[in-house]
């Protein structure tokens, strides 16, 4: 390639790239000078969060239990399979809030159920700090749910 060719072709991506910018800040304003999120609000953030919280102490609750399944404890059994349908609900949910779905307030019924379960085992463990937080998390999912 040729010195001249090369600036040519060099150029040609900035101004693509200037024009891209300048294109994406033109749609991200409305004529109202209203940016794009506020055309679209987030409804069940406080959900969202709950859910994201619960899927985060679920796992680390899942955690706990398959070390000690690991051990050979099966004591936690119960526990285990609670934090494993938690954790799949409560992603199931923080998508749909994520995007407003529908959907969210019939979902949201059942997985405070599945919460308040999980929280029922989580608090048969109460020495262990991974159930404590998981416990808690689902007790505020459970009450986020609620209000939806």
């Known amino acids: ?30 004529a109202g000078g209203a940016k794009m999120e506020d055309m ?10 709950a859910t994201i919280d619960c899927v985060s102490t679920g796992n680390d609750c899942l955690r ?16 285990a399979d609670a934090s494993m349908q938690l954790v799949a ?3 199931a949910l ?13 979902l949201a019924k059942v997985v405070a159920t599945i919460c308040e379960d999980c929280k029922k085992q989580c608090d048969k463990f109460p020495k ?11 007790q505020e999912c459970a009450d986020e749910c609620r209000k939806v």
Do not use: W
């Open 1 to 30: 390639m040729q010195r001249r060719e090369f600036i040519a072709v060099g150029s040609a991506a900035a101004v693509a790239t200037a024009t891209q910018a300048f294109a994406t800040q033109a749609f991200a304003e409305t």
């Open 40 to 49: 679209h609000p987030a409804l069940y953030k406080p959900l969202e969060k």
């Open 64 to 79: 706990h239990c398959l070390g000690m399944f690991a051990m050979k404890d099966t004591s936690m059994a119960e526990c």
């Open 89 to 91: 609900a409560c992603n």
């Open 94 to 106: 923080a998508t749909l809030a994520a995007i407003n779905s529908s959907h969210v307030p019939a």
């Open 128 to 138: 262990i700090a991974e159930c404590v937080a998981c416990g808690k998390a689902c």
